[in-house]
């Protein structure tokens, strides 16, 4: 157990939908980390924020959108969902921003599986 | 942005050493190398991580030659259990500002009794 916490962990929905998805990182890490892992498009880095505020964006679709609240969790926002979005999303956060000497370890959660029909 | 490339598959036995090579020539200069291990229907899980040179925990090494043009990660002595995708992620920051991290497809090891 990583100590990283995803809800829901299924997701069935359909084309156009519009869905959340929840991170809550180990507790005292300030960094969330979300990465998308398809079977055609392997793990792909999609944002990251660090005590609130948005520090690096990957591929993260103009339909997506990420943010992280006062008490440290993370929301994942989806919208439009066509059929390709289906994939597992994983969440992971980490003690350091990534400033600053090697940033460390990510711990990664148990991902949620989104699929799109 | 760097472009990570690795073997797709490996075999091995038990108690082999079982290096495996990811190549990022397009690394950056505030890029660091990590290196993950996942099972199926997990999340991937950090094994280790390096900037230059040669680093060592209790459970691999990490060789980086000068250049940083790639990265080699070493399990010694294998077992059943190291059956899994390891990824190479480039990316980060090292003494810098954060920016994109770049896994590659995976390398699946598969260790035979």
């Known amino acids: 157990d990583s100590g990283v916490t995803q809800t829901p962990k299924h997701l069935i929905t359909a084309t156009g939908q519009r869905v959340t998805l929840r991170c809550s990182p180990r507790?005292?890490?300030?960094?969330v980390y979300w990465y998308q892992q398809s079977l055609d498009q392997g793990l792909q880095f999609l944002i990251q924020?660090?005590?609130?505020?948005?520090?690096a964006k990957g591929n993260i679709l103009e339909r997506f959108s990420a943010q992280q609240f006062p008490d440290l969790h993370s929301e994942l926002n989806l919208s439009s969902l066509e059929l390709g979005d289906s994939a597992l999303y994983f969440c992971?956060?980490?003690?350091?921003?990534?400033?600053?000497?090697?940033?460390?370890?990510?711990?990664f959660g148990p991902g949620t599986r989104l699929t799109v029909l | 942005l760097a472009k990570t490339t690795q073997p797709i598959s490996m075999d091995s036995y038990e108690g082999q050493e079982v290096n495996i090579t990811c190549s990022h020539n397009?690394?950056?200069?505030?890029?660091?190398i990590t290196w993950y291990q996942q099972f199926p229907s997990q999340g991937p899980r950090f094994i280790i991580q390096?900037?230059?040179t040669k680093v060592t925990n209790e459970v691999a090494s990490l060789f980086i030659p000068a250049d940083r043009k790639s990265s080699t990660l070493s399990l010694p002595r294998v077992s059943l259990s190291d059956t899994a995708v390891y990824y190479c992620?480039?990316?980060?920051?090292?003494?810098?500002?954060?920016?994109?991290?770049?896994f590659g497809k995976g390398t699946k090891l598969s260790v035979k009794p």
């Open positions: 992620l480039v990316g980060g920051s090292y003494g810098g500002s954060q920016g994109n991290l770049i």
């Open positions: 397009n690394i950056a200069t505030n890029d660091y």
């Open positions: 992971a956060s980490s003690a350091q921003a990534g400033t600053g000497g090697l940033p460390g370890e990510q711990f």
């Open positions: 390096g900037y230059k």
């Open positions: 924020y660090y005590n609130g505020e948005e520090r």
């Open positions: 507790s005292g890490d300030l960094s």
